[in-house]
């Protein structure tokens, strides 16, 4: 088989992805690939990228985009967006893939499944993809606590798991972004979503002008003064600029404590004297 799939081919490995066992592969013209409306996943010519690109221009597209009919003409991209921008790195005018006539809900899911797997996937990315794949499940009328197994399920995520991830989607995307630079821990993350869009540019306010560090306790204290009504933006300052003192450690020498205690005394004896007598100091003190 050449670099290139030419003309239709018909296969049996995609069935599952793309549903049915007669599966069509056609190469289709790079121009008339566009990418999926509202996208969540980043498509960077990084470091993956160059070896998606070197493997394309040795061995060719070994995986076939999935796409479907786009209204105005040309396709949607579903799953293959990587693989289109690496042959347009390498100058390919086409690209083979599958054709499938998805409804927008059926879309969405195959999307967000081709793609939720990946190792490097971003929180922001897996947070918007979750929302987008909750929106079509309730389209097509599943609902509470089996819906987000199912949407987990893919990715080996719980319920609860997704849950969480669709709430961090309510972020800013400023505070997605500290949250995707681990400038702000997940779960710091997820506590803040729940905050209004003006309180949330209140938090990146302070953070783009301090060096203060957010944390899980600090975001749960915010998000308990915004429920209670007594959050401002002087509070978040107070907060954030709360530092926990690092615990104090003290080492007695085993050799200065000799010249005080007698040999044959026990440590435990030893250490209960010397609580004893810093009793007594603090009392005169």
């Not at 996208?39 to 990084?46: G, I, K, M, T």
């Not at 978040?236 to 690092?246: D, F, G, H, V």
């Not at 005080?260 to 004896?269: A, G, L, T, V």
């Amino acid at each position: 088989m050449s670099k290139s799939i030419a003309g239709k081919i018909k296969i049996n490995t995609f069935a599952d992805i793309v549903g049915g066992d007669d599966t069509v592969i056609t190469d289709v013209p790079i121009k008339d690939l566009h990418t999926f409306k509202d996208h969540p996943f980043r498509v960077l010519d990084d470091e993956k990228m160059d070896e998606t690109v070197e493997s394309i221009r040795e061995y060719g597209v070994l995986i076939p985009g999935i796409v479907r009919p786009r209204q105005g003409g040309g396709f949607e991209i579903i799953a293959g967006h990587r693989r289109k921008r690496a042959c347009e790195i390498i100058g390919l005018e086409t690209m083979p893939v599958v054709i499938r006539n998805y409804t927008d809900d059926e879309a969405v899911v195959a999307m967000v499944d081709s793609n939720i797997q990946r190792e490097d996937i971003l929180p922001s990315e897996k947070a918007r993809a979750y929302r987008l794949k909750f929106e079509a499940v309730k389209h097509q009328g599943k609902e509470g606590g089996r819906s987000y197994d199912q949407i987990g399920e893919a990715a080996g995520d719980s319920a609860k798991t997704v849950q969480r991830y669709i709430a961090l989607s309510n972020l800013s995307d400023e505070l997605l972004e500290r949250v995707d630079s681990k400038q702000i821990p997940i779960r710091a993350g997820i506590e803040l979503s729940f905050l209004p869009e003006i309180e949330q540019a209140w938090v990146e306010e302070e953070l783009s002008q301090t060096t203060a560090i957010m944390t899980p306790s600090k975001a749960a204290t915010i998000r308990d003064l915004y429920k209670s009504r007594e959050l401002t933006l002087a509070t978040i300052r107070l907060i954030l600029a709360s530092e926990k003192p690092a615990p104090r450690k003290v080492t007695i020498k085993a050799d200065r404590l000799s010249q005080f205690f007698p040999d044959y005394m026990s440590e435990q004896e030893i250490e209960e004297t010397i609580y004893r007598l810093l009793e007594e100091w603090k009392s005169r003190a």
